[in-house]
Nanobody, 127 residues
Framework: QVQLVESGGGLVQAGGSLRLSCAASGRPFSQYAMGWFRQAPGKEREFVAAITWRGGSTNYADSVKGRFTISRDNAKNTVTVYLQMNSLKPEDTAVYYC??????????????????WGQGTQVTVSS
């Protein structure tokens, strides 16, 4: 059974930090690229960050560069992907989704490339 389970969301004041986690199991996700996307109320889902299967390459949306960091831990049965979010802004408020892309060696911003998705975790940044 494929599972991508996000955690770590919550309410934080502007300037604060949160670390999101995504536990992925049920497929050889250690060979998948992993990404984070977000969807704010009334807006389309957008790319946030992605990392290749070994963690050698990463990519970030311009809006989060320098503030967010994606990383991963390829344990034997469960891959965990992290999104460290610093200097949070009210415009970072959104539901954050973890996703897995079978093309593990490249980082892709295109949503349609990702095969598996989590249910999302809410991040709310107050001003």
């Amino acid at each position: 059974q494929v599972q991508l389970v996000e955690s770590g969301g919550g309410l934080v004041q502007a300037g604060g930090s949160l670390r999101l986690s995504c536990a992925a199991s049920g497929r050889p996700f250690s060979q998948y690229a992993m990404g984070w996307f977000r969807q704010a109320p009334g807006k389309e889902r957008e790319f946030v960050a992605a990392i290749t299967w070994r963690g050698g390459s990463t990519n970030y949306a311009d809006s989060v560069k320098g503030r967010f960091t994606i990383s991963r831990d390829n344990a034997k049965n469960t891959v965990t992907v992290y999104l460290q979010m610093n200097s949070l802004k009210p415009e970072d408020t959104a539901v954050y989704y973890c996703a897995a892309d079978r093309l593990g060696s490249i980082v892709v911003v295109r949503e349609s490339s990702y095969e598996y998705w989590g249910q999302g975790t809410q991040v709310t940044v107050s001003s």
